[in-house]
């Protein structure tokens, strides 16, 4: 369960970097409250989670996923730069959150 709990927390984390992304600096009102709720959802699940996987691991793989993910969103969204480069570095990170994973 606390693995489920840490990919949830993951993915969270992306869409309150999305939603902060949308709220042009909190600006906008419902961009703002969305990053204000995936936020709270984010660390709740990884406080959840916590309690049975060590930190270091469970912190790696939560920052590890929001930055693939948001990476992976801001190409396809924002129409962020595309190149062979930033897939092959990216893959590095998942490469790790997986060997994370396996070792934990």
Do not use: H, Q
Request: hydrophobic share 55%.
């Amino acid at each position: 369960m606390a693995w489920i709990a840490l990919i949830g927390a993951g993915i969270c984390e992306v869409g309150f970097v999305i939603f902060l992304k949308l709220s042009d600096g909190f600006k906008r009102l419902l961009p703002s409250i969305g990053f204000s709720a995936f936020s709270l959802a984010s660390f709740y699940l990884l406080s959840l989670a916590l309690r049975d996987i060590p930190i270091g691991t469970a912190y790696s793989i939560w920052t590890g996923v929001g930055a693939v993910g948001s990476v992976l969103l801001g190409m396809f969204l924002f129409n962020e730069k595309k190149d062979w480069k930033r897939l092959l570095f990216i893959s590095f990170i998942v490469i790790g959150v997986i060997g994370l994973k396996f070792t934990s």
